[in-house]
């Protein structure tokens, strides 16, 4: 099985910038895609950000211009840099990789706070 774990969360004040990381472990570690999940209090988790292993990037319409999605295939790690932090962004942040074998890994997750 593969495992997948996020870190990188913590607080940050409105404006600022913060890096989260997604590592993969295990056997089967070729993904086809992998992506980064935000989720509040009482809500759906919602799509952040993805990128397969083309490099084709999707995101969010709340998040263009501001995060950015990228890979280490050395490290086995998706990134995810979040830049101009917006309250709004306050969420526990799951990394999702989907493998060409058609097995889907969740991490628990990273929590993120933006507040002054």
């Known amino acids: 099985q593969v495992q997948v774990e996020e870190s990188g969360g913590g607080l940050v004040q409105p404006g600022g910038s913060l890096r989260l990381s997604c590592a993969a472990s295990g056997s089967g570690r070729s993904f086809a895609r992998m992506g980064w999940y935000c989720q509040t209090p009482g809500q759906q988790r919602e799509l952040v950000a993805s990128?397969?292993?083309?490099?084709?990037?999707t995101y969010a319409d709340s998040v263009k211009g501001r995060f950015t999605i990228s890979r280490d295939n050395a490290k086995n790690t998706v990134y995810l840099q979040m830049n101009s932090l917006k309250p709004e962004d306050t969420a526990v942040y799951y990394c999702r990789m989907d493998t060409f074998g058609i097995n889907t890994y969740w991490g628990k997750g990273t929590l993120v706070t933006v507040s002054s």
């Open positions: 990128i397969t292993s083309a490099d084709t990037t």
